[in-house]
């Protein structure tokens, strides 16, 4: 047979713009190229202006994971104003549990929000008959023919039993909230999110208080059991249900 190629042009449902291109032949994918579609001219935007400003601008980058960018910055800026074995303790750990919130954040998005959607299947909602609030309120929602963001999409390859998707599509809704709180936490000491504004070279502009360390830390708690009850519980379910992909693109 000859090669047919497939496009798929954007790439939806991840973190940023993206192209994919593939030739198959008999189911087989003979040869496959991936591209970024965006030029953002980032480097052309700090070329020429005061250092200083790079904290505040890669964060643009991009507006789920801007903490990466602006702790590279000021990691940058350290070394370069000759400062780095001088960022203190407190500035240092500010940074860090700024970071750290984000990359929960990012985390439960990315497997919640960006990639289950490819194995859960948010139609066995159509005939739920439970109780919970939240689950009835989406099936109304999901009646009314209302299916943004779930629609369109490509068919998945959908394995699990209608009360497993049930389950998994009230799990996304948690996680909604989840992402709320990991947002705040890097706010409390960020000044805000996404897109902070303490973190500076030398360290962070936000002093610590009691109040602001027991406000990171209760959300931080229910984010921990989030994750011990809920999240690895369904990447394992999707491990378990999908062993062969395991064995996918090995070469």
Known sequence: MSLR????DPVTRI???QKIEAKVEDGVVREAKSSGALFRGFELILRGRDPRDAQRITQRVCGVCPASHAVASALN????????DRVPDNGRIIRNLILGSNYLQSHILHFFHLAALDYVDVTALSDYEGEDPEMRSLKEFLS???LEPFVPRYEGDYRFPKETDRKLVGDYIKALEMR???HEM???FGGKMPHNASIVPGGATENPSVD?????????????DFIDTVYIPDVLALAEAYPDY??????
């Open 5 to 8: 190629t497939i496009t798929i």
């Open 186 to 188: 890097a706010a409390i």
């Open 212 to 224: 602001k360390m027991a406000g990171f830390l209760w959300r931080l708690n229910r984010i921990r």
């Open 15 to 17: 973190e940023g713009h």
């Open 77 to 84: 800026l350290d070394s370069a104003f000759g400062i780095a």
């Open 144 to 146: 009314r023919g209302a």
């Open 246 to 251: 395991f064995e996918i693109g090995a070469g």
């Open 180 to 182: 709320r709180l990991a």
